[in-house]
Each structure stands twice: as C-alpha cells, then as structure tokens.
C-alpha cells in the first residue's frame, strides 16, 4: 500500500506542472504511473485521472475557454482518439512512442529558439492538430504534447490556452476512458483510487494555478515548450532503456 501513496505524490506533482505547462499531465503521468503498473492498466487509470484533471481545470480557469478553438480542434480529436484506443492492441506502442517523443522533441526546440513564430489560426491548423493530438491520445496515452505545441504556435494566453485546451482533453480522455474500459484496461480493484485521484487532480490544478499567477505571459510560452522538451527526452531514455533489456 505504500507504494500507491508514492504514486499519488508523484501524481499531485504530475498534476501541478502539468498546470503549469498548460496542456495537462498525462505526458508526465503515464511515465509515473508505468513505474507501478503495467501499460494497459496505465492508459486506462490515465485516461481517467484525466478527467477529473480536466474538470478541475474547466472549474477552476473556466472564464478562460475559447468555444471557436475547443470545438474545431475538439470534434476531431475525439473522433480520432477512438480510432487510436481502438487499434492499440495492434500496433507496436514502443516504436511509436520513441518516433513519437523524437518528432515532439525537435519541433518544440524549434519553437523555442523561434518563438516569434506562429501558426496562422486558421480552420486547417486547427484541424489538424485535434486529429494528430486526439489519435495519439488513444493509441500510445498522451496526445497533450502536440496540442500543447499547436496551442502554444498560436500564441494564446495563459488562461485561455489552459482552459480552451482541458476542455478539448475532457472530450478526448472520456472517449478514450471508455474504449480502455470495455477493453478490460481499468480492473475493479483500482476503482478505490478514483476518489484519491480526483482529490489529487483538484489539488494540484490549484497550487499550479495559484503559482501560475506570478508567471509573466511572456515566460509562459517558454514554460510549455520547456516541459515538453523535458518529458519527450525522458520518454526517450526510458523507452531505449527498455529496449536494450
């Protein structure tokens, strides 16, 4: 049982720079979450630790969400996340995942060392990133990191880059939720984490949005692409150092 009070610290902690970076903290959690469980049982517990990230993050920055930019990116997303939660048994989850982190790797070091870039907010961008994001999402577990660096080459506000983006996710993660669940992916046993896990996901969706009041607009941008170049090179260590086992 102490094991599982490590894996909700690490989780709150998950869950407060995920905030931080604004595209929530899958992509930090599923790495956490892979040291105490196996994969299917991680993309099922993720998909709905999410959730209740999601919800606390609706809650708490709702004031921020841009309908236009939810609902383009979103529709696409959860049409494509059920494509990929289906398909999972498959397809070789690790050889994407390696090509997966190198391919975000390289495009969030580009971003950062040109950040005066952006993408134009046109219907097309938008649809494609819901599309990349939402298809990872379901097959490997986290699709945050290209909808981050897509929200992030728009250039959008803090507040309404955090909230516009767990309102895609929300649609995204529930869909998914469900294809892990009926897969058998979440087991009966780890129902008693859920109340644990939502108290968590609120918590720490609070003390990053508490801390994220101090943090300059300007320095935000730099935050998420420096999150992302973090958790994809510790993916990548984590991946090829299994690989070599």
């Known amino acids: 049982m102490e094991k599982y009070w490590l894996f909700y610290l690490l989780a709150l902690v998950a869950e407060i720079i995920g905030t931080l970076s604004g595209f929530g903290s899958s992509i930090l959690f599923i790495p956490i979450a892979s040291l105490f469980f196996d994969f ?21 920055f709702k004031n921020g969400i841009n309908k ?16 990929g939660a289906l398909i999972t048994d498959f397809l070789p989850q690790k050889e994407l995942e390696i090509i997966m982190s190198i391919g975000i790797f ?41 909808r981050g660096l897509t929200l992030a080459a728009f250039g959008l506000e803090k507040n309404v880059f955090i909230a516009t983006s767990a309102l895609i996710d929300l649609g995204v993660d529930t869909s998914r939720a469900i294809v892990y669940s009926a897969n058998g992916y979440v087991q009966k046993q780890f ?6 896990l939502l108290a968590v996901s609120f918590l720490g969706t609070w003390v ?3 801390i994220l009041k ?15 170049i973090m958790t994809s090179i510790m993916q990548l260590f984590i991946h090829l150092t299994n690989i070599h086992k």
Do not use: E, W
């Open 191 to 196: 129902f008693v984490m859920m109340p644990i």
């Open 214 to 228: 101090h943090i300059p607009q300007t320095l935000f941008k730099t935050i998420v692409l420096l999150v992302i």
């Open 68 to 83: 236009r930019i939810a609902l383009k990116m979103g529709i696409p997303a959860v049409i494509a996340v059920i494509v």
């Open 40 to 60: 299917k049982l991680v993309l099922g517990i993720t998909a709905i630790f999410h959730i209740f990230s999601n919800l606390s993050k609706i809650y708490l």
């Open 106 to 146: 390289l495009t969030a070091l580009y971003l950062l060392f040109h950040s005066n870039k952006q993408l134009p907010d046109t219907d097309r961008s938008l649809v494609v990133g819901g599309l990349s994001s939402g298809f990872l999402a379901g097959l490997v577990g986290t699709g945050g990191a290209i």
């Open 208 to 210: 990053g949005k508490t």
